[in-house]
């Protein structure tokens, strides 16, 4: 059985476990060698951080390691670690048939933004929280349900947001989604239902955000960005506009927060309008310096939508996220939900909901946050050693911070950390279409890389840049 494992940054495509994990492990290291994958000289790491990241025992990697040393693949020397070894592989005879040019493959590092540290997924805890929401589970649990979600977590829910982030958030408000660009849907098709005519942007964002509220037939005007913030008292001079998106605890991807006075400022607006506020909080648990801000929510919950998700917090793959409504929408958006999505699925519910109620959420919230904050410290320690003219920004809180760079120089770079098999995105990238042209920025997701791939990502970034 296979699976994609990304240990080193190289796709192996094993799942090591069973009573094979020794040899799948060894197999999987040699065809990396064989496969260039891996290349002379290239240090792996510890046996102790492959063998976290695997989920494995250690004395397993350290044989593994042991027995490729043996047959000549690795080389180890004491406090040098164990590295590929360098020797000549015969040349595969190139066939009529044969692909000219370089293979397409992976790349080794990645720095995209967007990604929590998949390696750290709680997978115990989950497994645990499972066993017994699932032995607790009344047996209406696994029938169609509410398209509201299961009220399990919607109690959870409204216990957690309301003491760490400030939402007033009553379990009868709290509708459960497929991650937030469903949440986002629903939105944009009740929106549209009442027949408004745009929702106003920050003018750094994601671009299929905007292209689904587009598909909705909704236009999408932006709001400029300065120091303090999205620009949000320009909302006053925006005709048609019924409603704001907004990253206000953590703008993506600029990563300032919103300005008391312009949290203020947007309120302030949709009170005298009618508007809403779409606030995306999507990381609001990962604030580092300080206190972490409130959820923009708290100040009116008649006037604010508020999303959150576990897509950072634990991961994208579990596709739970939840918006808290007011009251008059509460309806509409449980009738859109249910047109093309009843619920989301009641077990991956049950088992968040009592992740929840049991501390082990805010455990894991709290050992991530932790753990980010080591790998924001490195980097910033990094660069301030190696590449002094670069600026640093964005980095109280969330899992990326930004990189300014010398005046036309963003795409040099990312094509050259490409070509040393380094995944970046540049900060044009999240540019509005109608913004005009910002400063050359790298945006450095520094929670994307594993622990054992950690060092490695750093050294390639520090290599590319000017």
């Not at 009344?138 to 919607?154: K, M, S």
């Not at 994208?316 to 619920?343: F, H, N, Q, T, Y």
């Not at 098999?421 to 450095?444: K, Y």
């Amino acid at each position: 059985m296979t699976d994609s494992w990304a240990t080193f940054g190289a796709d192996l495509h094993i799942e090591p476990k069973g009573a094979g994990v020794r040899s799948g492990l060894m197999e999987a290291l040699r065809e990396a060698v064989r496969s260039g994958r891996l290349g002379p000289g290239t240090r792996l790491p510890s046996s102790r951080a492959l063998a976290s990241d695997l989920g494995v025992a250690r004395n397993t990697v350290a044989d593994a390691y042991a027995e490729l040393v043996a047959e000549g693949w690795l080389t180890a020397r004491q406090g040098s670690g164990t590295t590929v070894a360098r020797r000549s592989a015969p040349r595969r005879p190139a066939g009529p048939g044969a692909r000219r040019g370089p293979a397409s493959r992976a790349p080794a590092y990645s720095l995209l933004p967007g990604q929590p540290d998949l390696a750290s997924f709680p997978r115990a805890e989950w497994l645990r929280a499972s066993r017994r929401a699932l032995t607790d589970a009344p047996n209406e649990a696994f029938g169609y349900g509410d398209p509201r979600g299961r009220i399990e977590l919607r109690t959870a829910l409204a216990d957690y947001l309301g003491r760490a982030r400030g939402v007033y958030a009553d379990p009868e408000r709290v509708v459960v989604c497929s991650g937030f660009v469903h949440g986002l849907m629903l939105l944009g098709r009740v929106l549209r239902a009442r027949r408004a005519r745009a929702v106003a942007v920050e003018s750094y964002g994601l671009d299929f955000h905007w292209d689904l509220l587009a598909d909705a037939g909704l236009r999408t005007p932006r709001l400029p960005i300065d120091e303090l913030g999205t620009r949000t008292d320009g909302l006053a001079g925006m005709r048609d506009t019924a409603a704001v998106l907004v990253t206000p605890a953590h703008q993506f991807p600029t990563g300032m927060p919103l300005h008391p006075d312009r949290r203020a400022a947007a309120v302030d607006w949709a009170r005298a309008t009618g508007g809403l506020i779409l606030e995306d909080d999507y990381d609001g648990e990962f604030r580092y310096d300080r206190q972490p801000v409130g959820a923009l929510q708290g100040l009116d919950p008649e006037r604010v939508v508020y999303f959150g998700t576990a897509s950072k917090s634990l991961a994208p793959a579990l596709r739970l996220a939840w918006m808290v409504l007011p009251e008059g929408l509460v309806g509409p958006v449980a009738e859109a939900k249910g047109i093309s999505d009843w619920m989301s699925g009641a077990p991956d519910q049950l088992t968040l909901a009592e992740l929840i109620t049991s501390g082990a959420y805010d455990r894991h919230v709290r050992a991530m946050r932790l753990r980010y904050r080591r790998r924001r410290d490195q980097l910033v320690a990094e660069l301030a050693a190696r590449a002094p003219d670069i600026t640093v920004s964005g980095i109280a809180a969330g899992l990326h911070a930004v990189l300014t760079l010398p005046p036309g120089t963003e795409r040099s770079v990312i094509q050259s950390a490409a070509f040393q098999g380094l995944a970046l995105e540049g900060l044009s990238r999240f540019r509005h279409p109608d913004a005009a042209p910002g400063a050359d920025g790298l945006v450095i997701g520094y929670g994307t890389p594993t622990d054992s791939a950690w060092a490695g990502t750093l050294e390639a970034l520090c290599r590319v840049l000017p």
